[in-house]
């Protein structure tokens, strides 16, 4: 194990910051490449040549794009902390909720942040229901892990920090504690936890970030004949 | 172990619910097939998949599993002698997922997207983009198999399983549309791959017929058309 381990990612991204997570909580030292995405270098396209995208894991010499592929090949490689846990069942319910909080979650909170007007509503309606599952699947537990974080608490944990520039600058609110209490007390308690603080990026660069995206789209819809 | 300890809620028709089926006779598991009809779903299915509502769903000992290819995962690692559907090898194994993936996010929207395209030049657009999507898999054949007859070698493995259960809406999409996708000089190792993957034991008996899938896409497809025709006026 002793081959040298190589990230190539964007702090901005919500998928990079867990491929980070995992490595830290493994106790695996690794080397940050950071990707200018309106530039891709040769590294990138030549390790993920298929979707041209981070995150990248390098391990040695071999490359593993896809954020929740490389979630599974760090807890297989490294044994420390597992992410996954040992019961085939809940290994199933874990995945599961990993792709329906990507999809669902994620995408329906993207949707909603480029939205306006009616879309807008309807955007965030429909996120709103799939945030009702996480809920259900949180309560009453400390993370979705259960006693220890795990892979589920990595895959959503772009939510206490991502979602709440998303709504601050999509104008909208999501993650409601009187809505959500579960989730959003999840949430208060995961951001403080010093392994994951220290691998998030300073709130105004995400907003920065996020502003020029909506700039842009806004621009975008408006050129539209 | 009782044949009612394994349950799969599936439909003939559904390529996802031929995954389980698949990968079930991989590991020779004795199971109760119950058989969907979408338009009048089960209580069971209500009850089993609350979130999606869909097929396939797995019910080993009354704990549902949903998701085609978290259950075929969870055959893998539940009844974990051989053979194995998903390598040993980490990197090995996260070689399949990321196939896996693609074939889902990428490839299979692009093959549902033929249907949904309005107009001869959108269609021939999404024809086009599923045999790109092909001539991508070929290549990722050709390194996985390393010259066996299989993504995963020797015998049928998690990728195989992964894009084979499309094979009967692939023929579906060629004779509606009268084009072929799986074309054999431009794709040899998938055009024979395909051929294997059908007459394979573990596949062979499950498979839905290709014209009765065939008959199935036709009435489907025109009922949606009547249904659009109907509201657009």
Redesign the interface.
């Known amino acids: 194990m002793g081959e040298e381990v190589k990230v190539i990612g964007s702090i901005k991204s919500g998928f990079c910051v867990r491929v980070e997570w995992a490595l830290k909580l493994k106790g695996v030292e690794y080397e940050y490449i950071k990707e200018d995405l309106r530039n891709k270098s040769p590294m990138l396209l030549k390790y993920n040549p298929?979707h041209k995208k981070v995150p990248v894991l390098v391990?040695g010499d071999?490359p593993?794009?896809?954020s929740?592929?490389?979630l599974?090949?760090i807890d297989?490689?490294w044994k420390d902390n597992p992410l996954l846990p040992e019961d085939?069942?809940e290994?199933?319910?874990a995945?599961?909720w990993a792709?329906?909080a990507d999809e669902k979650c994620m995408f329906g909170a993207w949707e909603a942040f480029k939205a306006e007007g009616e879309e807008k509503e309807k955007a965030m309606e429909s996120a709103l229901e799939s945030f009702a599952?996480l809920e259900k699947a949180i309560k009453g537990k400390k993370f979705f892990g259960g006693e220890k974080m795990g892979f589920l608490d990595l895959v959503v944990g772009w939510i206490p920090h991502w979602l709440s520039v998303l709504e601050e600058v999509g104008g909208m609110k999501m993650l409601d504690a009187e809505k959500f209490p579960s989730l959003h007390e999840w949430a208060e308690n995961f951001i403080q936890i010093p392994l994951i603080k220290e691998c998030i990026p300073p709130r105004d660069v995400l907003v920065n970030h996020f502003h020029a995206t909506f700039s842009s789209l806004r621009s975008l819809s408006a050129n539209k004949p | 172990m009782a044949t009612s300890d394994v349950k799969l809620l599936g439909a003939w028709p559904s390529p996802f619910a031929l995954r389980v089926h698949i990968a079930l006779n991989i590991k020779s598991i004795d199971y109760e097939c119950l058989e969907e009809n979408l338009l009048a779903k089960s209580q069971l299915l209500l009850q089993s998949n609350p979130v999606h509502k869909k097929v396939p769903v797995l019910i080993h000992h009354d704990k549902p599993i949903c998701e085609s290819l978290a259950i075929v995962q969870y055959i893998d690692e539940a009844w974990s002698s051989a053979p194995s559907i998903l390598p040993s090898d980490p990197y090995d194994r996260a070689v399949a997922r990321f196939w896996a993936a693609y074939i889902d996010d990428k490839w299979f929207p692009w093959l549902n997207g033929v249907a949904n395209a309005q107009g001869a030049e959108a269609k021939k657009a999404a024809l086009d983009q599923v045999r790109e999507g092909l001539v991508v898999l070929e290549e990722a054949f050709g390194k996985c198999s390393k010259g066996k007859d299989f993504f995963s070698g020797d015998r049928i493995g998690y990728v195989d399983i992964a894009l084979g259960c499309f094979l009967g809406w692939v023929y579906v999409a060629e004779k509606r549309n009268d084009v072929k996708l799986l074309v054999e000089d431009k794709m040899p190792g998938l055009a024979a791959w395909a051929n294997k993957f059908c007459e394979d034991g573990t596949v062979k008996d499950v498979m839905p017929d290709k014209d009765e899938l065939l008959e199935f896409a036709n009435m489907i497809l025109e009922a949606r058309a009547k249904l659009n025709a109907s509201s657009n006026n």
């Open positions: 298929v391990h071999k593993i794009p896809e929740l592929v490389i599974e090949y297989e490689t085939p069942y290994r199933a319910m995945r599961f792709k329906y599952f």
